[in-house]
């Protein structure tokens, strides 16, 4: 294989381990929702490209979870998600440093859909949460 097609691969592995590991985390009904979105938040900065200057914050209601040493920047990605009631939240991701152009900024296409697909469970839970 080559250096691009196995970049290519780690990238969608680190996706997918968020994705799994998101859906564990709200499994636990047990939690307390702040320190699910902390848990969430976490794990977010390793499964972006450049998870060195990667950082995170999820806000809903109330609560505001980030990730550690979070800064904002410039250079943000975000999903926005609305629970039955109108109560909106947001996944946002943050990049500390310039990176090249990519599909959205500094940001892949798959980037876009990962973090798309962590506001829809996000909803999915939270709506679950408040009825």
Do not use: N
């Not at 410039?74 to 926005?80: H, I, L, M, P, Y």
């Not at 947001?90 to 959205?104: G, H, N, T």
């Amino acid at each position: 294989m080559t250096e691009d097609v196995l970049h290519i691969l780690r990238e969608r592995v680190k996706e997918l381990t968020a994705l799994h590991t998101t859906a564990r985390i709200l499994q636990d009904k047990t939690k307390p929702a702040a320190e699910v979105l902390k848990e969430i938040a976490a794990i977010l900065p390793p499964a972006w490209q450049y998870p060195e200057i990667a950082a995170a914050r999820i806000s809903f209601q109330h609560m505001r979870a980030v990730s550690e040493g979070f800064a904002e920047s410039a250079w943000r990605q975000t999903a926005v998600f609305a629970a039955r009631d109108g109560e909106e939240g947001a996944i946002e991701v943050f990049y500390m440093e310039p990176r090249p152009s990519a599909d959205e900024g500094p940001f892949l296409k798959e980037e876009r859909d990962l973090i798309d697909s962590l506001a829809e469970m996000l909803r999915s839970y939270f709506q679950h949460k408040l009825d």
